[in-house]
């Protein structure tokens, strides 16, 4: 029931009976349950479209101000992190530098910290967070929360971040601050305090296509983006739900073998990786070979921006290498929709693609596809992991667990 109210297929009493099939008192029951969780309240209903007037019923909504989400976007240099409405609008964000290379110890627990600050910034106390949404720039097992070989995050390789990320976060807090994470929980199994809050990790290529698609293309059945920055990956979205494959692995384009890389090194150890020569890194390390001053993939988006001709000619080819491998990928998912985002997501790479794509690509396999750039921006993998949080938190299986355990 929660779950057609949140969807918008049913926003009233008589629409719920009527989808569901309950009676009328049984609705009412269950509607009960939810108004005293405090996630769904009802509001004005709309114009009465009846000849004969009456009072307009009123509308069910599901309360998205009940709760806030943590959830924080880690790259190679830079993190972001925010506090977000079980909606997903930002209630306070932060960014700033990190080296993903001092290991996650050091680095969880400096978002810990930021996390903390959002809170004090905001108003908000620990009580009212009901979870945490990590984006890494590595492969993930969602089962354990644990990347699994990162070629570029050292030492991380089977890390418990979740354990850490919430302890990190604990210890941002004020003694009196970290004991339940929200008044209506004092019993409930797996939340009666902050040791087990939820932390949800996965691979921000993933968090970034389910941000996107969940917020602009929430009718797009198979959506696919690229993320081209210090590497390359790319997250799938079918069906409403990220497919990951057997382990996490699923999407990691840039170790797929190019000839035009047979002898450029990648980071992962191998040779003639995608990643190797099309990546903002690869980017980055051409520009200066021929004398042009950048370290990474930010430096080379700074210096798109700034029209650079020499970047803006090793983009375009970038986005060929990368446009003639999509052209396979947008064969076998046949995609509504696939996004360009990451550093190098500009006009002279997204031209690059598109070139090599229409031309290797079957027709067929192009005739209803939209090659867009993202809309969300920097914030598509923080959106996404809050979006994560709330989908598996109100899910019909786990939102009954909850309520039983809450005794309403």
């Known amino acids: 029931m929660l779950h057609l109210v949140r969807s918008g297929r049913a926003t009233t009493r008589g629409a719920l009976q009527e989808v569901t099939g309950l009676s009328r008192a049984t609705v009412g029951q269950r509607l009960g349950r939810l108004f005293r969780a405090g996630w769904v309240r009802e509001g004005a209903g709309g114009p009465v479209d009846s000849p004969l007037g009456g009072r307009p019923a009123l509308r069910l909504e599901f309360d998205e101000t009940h709760a806030v989400v943590l959830a924080a976007a880690l790259e190679t240099r830079h993190a972001r992190t925010a506090l977000l409405t079980l909606g997903g609008e930002i209630i306070a964000e932060r960014s700033g530098p990190v080296a993903v290379e001092d290991g996650p110890d050091a680095v969880l627990g400096g978002l810990g910290a930021r996390f903390g600050e959002l809170l004090r910034e905001s108003g908000r106390s620990a009580a009212s967070v009901c979870g945490i949404g990590l984006a890494v720039p590595g492969p993930v097992d969602t089962g354990t929360g644990r990347v699994v070989q990162p070629p570029i995050m050292p030492g991380w390789d ?120 099309a990546s903002g890194g690869a980017v980055a390390r051409r520009l200066t070979e021929a004398g042009v001053a950048a370290a990474s993939g930010s430096d080379v988006r700074a210096l798109l921006e700034a029209g650079h001709p020499e970047a803006v000619r090793f983009a375009r080819e970038a986005g060929r290498h990368v446009g003639e491998v999509l052209a396979t990928v947008v064969t076998l998912l046949n995609p509504g929709v696939l996004m360009i985002a990451g550093d190098l997501a500009g006009t002279p790479f997204l031209t690059g693609v598109r070139e090599l794509l229409y031309q290797r690509a079957l027709p067929r396999s192009t005739a209803h596809l939209d090659v867009v750039t993202s809309r969300l921006g920097e914030r598509a993998a923080l959106i996404g992991a809050a979006t994560l949080v709330v989908e598996h938190l109100y899910a019909p299986d786990r939102a009954e667990e909850r309520l039983a355990a809450l005794g309403v």
Not at 169 to 197: Q, R, V
Not at 217 to 241: H, M, Q, W
Request: contains cysteine.
């Open 158 to 277: 089977g890390y418990d971040i979740r354990t850490r990320l919430r302890r990190a976060f604990t210890e941002a807090l004020p003694a009196t601050s970290a004991t339940l994470i929200h008044p209506a929980l004092p019993d409930l199994p797996g939340f009666p305090d902050l040791s087990h809050l939820p932390v949800l990790v996965d691979n921000d290529a993933n968090l970034m296509a389910y941000g996107e698609q969940h917020t602009h293309y929430p009718d797009c059945a198979a959506f696919a983006l690229v993320k081209v920055s210090t590497g390359i990956g790319a997250g799938v979205v079918v069906d409403g739900a990220v497919y990951r494959g057997i382990d996490g692995g699923a999407g990691d384009i840039g170790h797929i073998r190019v000839p035009e890389g047979a002898d450029a090194l990648c980071r992962c150890g191998s040779h003639g990786c995608l990643a190797a020569v």
